[in-house]
């Protein structure tokens, strides 16, 4: 059974970001997956090192697209961005250098709460806000 799944309320009604977003919820998922089974330490870390890049990926992108478009909420959300990213370095260093398990529980559900909040809370503004440009022209790097 999928522990975390994106579903159409975590929709922001723009197919790239949905595609982004569907890809980070995937790596919590992978990751709450490979440790509930016990998998050894360096798999964990690669998934690791995979959202942490994805996330960066996305953020910078999401941010880009707010800042040309003249999204009021524009600072602050880039701020809660910056306060993820460094969680996840957080949890990157000690997995780079601690042995054994490295991720507990809460851990886990902290990632899957805060990629569910974020989303559904912050994320879902910039679906309801006039912006000063249309939504059709993101340009998306391939990941
Ligand atoms: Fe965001
Ligand atoms: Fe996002």
């Given at each position: 059974m999928t522990w975390f799944a994106w579903g159409e309320e975590l929709s922001v009604g723009i197919p790239e970001f949905d595609a982004e977003h569907r890809m980070l919820v995937g790596l919590v998922d992978e990751l709450h997956a490979a440790w509930s089974r016990g998998v050894e330490t360096?798999?964990?870390?690669?998934?690791?090192?995979?959202?942490?890049?994805?996330?960066?990926?996305?953020?910078?992108?999401?941010?880009?697209?707010?800042?040309?478009?003249?999204?009021?909420?524009?600072?602050?959300?880039?701020?809660?961005h910056a306060r993820l990213l460094d969680t996840?370095?957080?949890?990157?260093?000690?997995?780079?250098?601690?042995?054994?398990?490295?991720?507990?529980?809460?851990?886990?559900?902290?990632?899957?709460?805060?990629?569910?909040?974020?989303?559904?809370?912050?994320?879902?503004?910039?679906?309801?806000?006039?912006?000063?440009q249309g939504r059709a022209a993101v340009a998306v790097e391939p990941a």
């Amino acid at each position: 059974m999928t522990w975390f799944a994106w579903g159409e309320e975590l929709s922001v009604g723009i197919p790239e970001f949905d595609a982004e977003h569907r890809m980070l919820v995937g790596l919590v998922d992978e990751l709450h997956a490979a440790w509930s089974r016990g998998v050894e330490t360096v798999a964990l870390v690669s998934i690791l090192d995979r959202l942490v890049e994805q996330s960066k990926l996305h953020f910078a992108h999401e941010e880009a697209y707010l800042a040309t478009r003249g999204f009021p909420g524009f600072e602050e959300h880039g701020a809660e961005h910056a306060r993820l990213l460094d969680t996840l370095f957080g949890f990157q260093r000690h997995c780079h250098t601690s042995p054994g398990r490295v991720f507990d529980a809460p851990q886990l559900d902290f990632l899957r709460n805060w990629v569910w909040d974020h989303i559904r809370e912050l994320d879902r503004q910039y679906a309801h806000t006039p912006l000063t440009q249309g939504r059709a022209a993101v340009a998306v790097e391939p990941a």
